[in-house]
């Protein structure tokens, strides 16, 4: 204890002491002189009976005084609930009203006390979740929406003991918080935030080619009006960039009109037909929900980049958190110019002389696509003089047959490496060339892109949310039939004279072979040029062919596929396979697109399990985006031609995850 407390201590008994002292003081008096002592002793007793009758005075009064006080503020209480400007209620946990004041009784329209008390709260407002916490001291809020008014509800549970029986009686006092006015606000401030949309043209040099000279004004005229209207439907500013190119902006609650149409102008931009063999469509990028306008403006850039990417026809709306996606219906068309291919080719071959350690990579569980066009890469180095490695950890059945032949080869001694290997020689300048995906976690070895800073990316998939960003090199053509596509005329549209072996060659055709599944699917133009070079330069398709070979037990796992196979609307193929074996993914592709053989199919998915993920091939004949589906699962491809891989699931959970995307799109669709 304080000295600081020792005082108030000795204060505390301050009476007491000074009677002890006047005591003792009589007492030696009385020895001394009876008289005096006598006297001193009346006086203690008449100054302790004194003190005694002010003491019960005073404890009279404090008690007079408290019981005022009580009385006065219960009237207070009482009257302050019976007043309160806020509605609020006492109900009993079974949600009887047991008590409401005059707001209460007002919101729910009732005249009089009587009428509210004794009755359930939710016969006068409806469904009302009370929250049956018995703790004093909490308070719960909720919203609740009631006559068109939006309230905030205060839960607060109070505990009255009962003195007959000393059981509890718990009760809520709910507090109806009127928020309509600031909620209005919030939501009118919300609505008229900025939102920045970038539309462009989809190829328009091209449709104007494609369109015959007189009706090219006309077209042109039609493509004005469109966005005319659509400036004038969301009441905003359109700025014309370029001929193909327009920026518009407009405030949330019209963004919010075109998601309800589902951006309606997409159908309606492909209506027009002035005898053009390409189609009509847009691109739209919108950003929205930035802290500035600056920011929201790069969020619009950001989406008009992934629309284009996706493979255009869609719009692409991005804002802080996440992408959301509209339309993508359209194939698209190929491209005949080869400029951007020889562009990318000379930015390349100045690359690869100014890097001393080169690694190529594909995606985890390549194909043929993946590893031709590595080998392909490979090549093109060892043209330009540079050493390049390929990171392969594990051969797949998909180019064991490919693989075997390269290790056989002397041409590629040294030229596969482990992932641990390549790690270890991997730094912040090794260049980095990622083949046949866009996306970190698909690639071969995620890990060295934290290493480098000089990433290359050559892809042909459409554009998924999760994109390999901050490369020094980006080559990517969704139009394009496969990657051995496009690197093929990275070596045949390049300046430099470059000499690939005849086994990449034949690597690169079995790429194209198989994206385009025997010329069948994707296939342009440009396609047949690429093939007629490589069979030009030595590529034998027979030697091609040999790689697909596949295993008898494949033959029969494909066959109890097919058998088990559930049509969905007479028009959607659904299976899967319950066998596991090494080379599941490579059997379910070749199912998927023997599904399609069917008579009025138009789409199909096929599942299979390998390990602890899930493998699902998704195939279409064009009239269903299965690009779209897969994403909607994490996985990704093209319009035509899809897949995805889930992991840590049951194959019959990844089943029902792929039927309810199917229903979805379908009712969708109805819609």
Excluded at 196 to 202: A, F, K, R, S
Excluded at 205 to 221: A, F, G, Q, W, Y
Excluded at 571 to 599: F, G, H, T
């Amino acid at each position: 204890m304080s000295n600081k407390n020792h005082k108030y201590y000795v204060f505390d008994y301050l009476e007491e002491i000074c009677f002890s002292v006047i005591l003792i003081l009589s007492l030696y008096s009385f020895f001394k002189n009876y008289i005096v002592g006598i006297i001193g002793i009346i006086v203690l007793v008449a100054l302790i009976f004194f003190y005694l009758s002010k003491k019960r005075k005073d404890e009279e009064r404090i008690q007079e005084r408290i019981k005022n006080l009580s009385f006065d503020i219960n009237k207070v209480i009482k009257r302050t609930m019976v007043s309160n400007p806020v509605p609020l209620c006492i109900i009993e946990l079974d949600g009887n009203i047991f008590w409401s004041n005059k707001k209460f009784d007002e919101m729910i329209g009732e005249n009089a006390e009587e009428k509210t008390i004794g009755k359930n709260i939710e016969d006068l407002v409806g469904d009302i979740t009370l929250r049956k916490v018995l703790d004093e001291k909490r308070v719960i809020e909720d919203d609740f929406e009631y006559n068109d008014k939006k309230y905030k509800l205060n839960y607060c549970f109070t505990k009255s003991d009962d003195e007959t029986d000393g059981s509890a009686d718990y009760k809520a006092i709910i507090y109806w918080i009127d928020e309509t006015d600031y909620e209005n606000l919030k939501e009118k401030y919300e609505n008229s935030r900025e939102v920045v949309m970038i539309i462009e043209v989809d190829g328009y040099e091209d449709v104007l080619k494609s369109t015959p000279e007189e009706n090219r004004p006309i077209i042109t005229m039609d493509i004005e009006k469109l966005l005319s209207n659509l400036e004038m439907e969301t009441e905003g500013l359109m700025r014309k960039m370029a001929n193909d190119k327009y920026v518009l902006f407009m405030r949330k609650h019209a963004l919010e009109m075109l998601e309800r149409t589902k951006f309606s102008i997409l159908d309606k931009a492909r209506e027009i037909d002035y005898g053009n063999s390409l189609p009509v469509s847009l691109s739209i990028g919108v950003g929205y929900d930035g802290d500035t306008i600056e920011e929201t403006g790069e969020f619009a850039s950001g989406a008009i980049d992934m629309a284009l990417g996706r493979g255009g026809d869609q719009v692409a709306i991005k804002n802080k958190d996440s992408f959301n996606f509209y339309g993508g219906k359209s194939k698209g068309f190929e491209r005949k110019t080869k400029v951007k291919s020889r562009l990318i080719g000379l930015a390349l071959k100045e690359l690869i002389n100014q890097s001393d350690k080169i690694i190529i990579m594909g995606h985890k569980y390549p194909d043929m696509d993946a590893m031709g066009a590595a080998v392909g890469v490979f090549d093109i180095c060892k043209a330009y003089g540079k050493i390049a490695n390929i990171v392969l950890e594990e051969v797949n059945e998909a180019v064991e047959i490919f693989v075997s032949r390269l290790k056989e080869d002397k041409y590629y001694n040294g030229m596969f490496i482990s992932h641990e290997k390549a790690i270890d020689m991997c730094d912040k300048d090794t260049l980095i060339i990622v083949v046949d995906t866009h996306r970190p976690s698909y690639t071969e070895c995620p890990e060295l892109l934290e290493i480098s800073k000089r990433l290359v990316v050559i892809d042909h998939h459409r554009r998924g949310v999760e994109y390999i960003s901050d490369t020094v090199l980006l080559f990517h053509e969704i139009y394009v039939s496969s990657t051995c596509e496009m690197v093929t005329e990275l070596i045949q549209y390049t300046d430099y004279d470059i000499k690939i072996h005849r086994l990449t060659a034949e690597g690169l055709l079995g790429g194209i072979y198989l994206d385009t599944k025997n010329f069948e699917f994707k296939t342009g133009v440009r396609t047949f040029e690429a093939a007629s070079y490589l069979r030009n330069i030595g590529a034998d398709t027979l030697a091609v062919k040999k790689f697909f070979n596949s295993y008898a037990e494949d033959f029969l796992v494909k066959a109890e596929i097919i058998q088990r196979t559930e049509i969905i609307n007479e028009r959607i193929c659904l299976a899967y396979s319950k066998k596991e074996i090494d080379n599941i993914n490579i059997v379910i592709a070749k199912a998927a697109d023997e599904l399609l053989n069917i008579k009025n199919i138009d789409a199909s998915f096929v599942l299979g399990m390998k390990g602890d993920t899930v493998f699902v091939s998704a195939r279409s004949l064009g009239n269903i985006n299965v690009h779209i589906l897969m994403e909607k699962i994490g996985g990704g491809g093209h319009i035509d031609i899809a897949g995805t891989q889930i992991r840590d699931v049951s194959l019959t959970q990844a089943y029902d995850m792929v039927k309810k995307v199917i229903e979805d799109y379908l009712e969708d669709e109805e819609d």
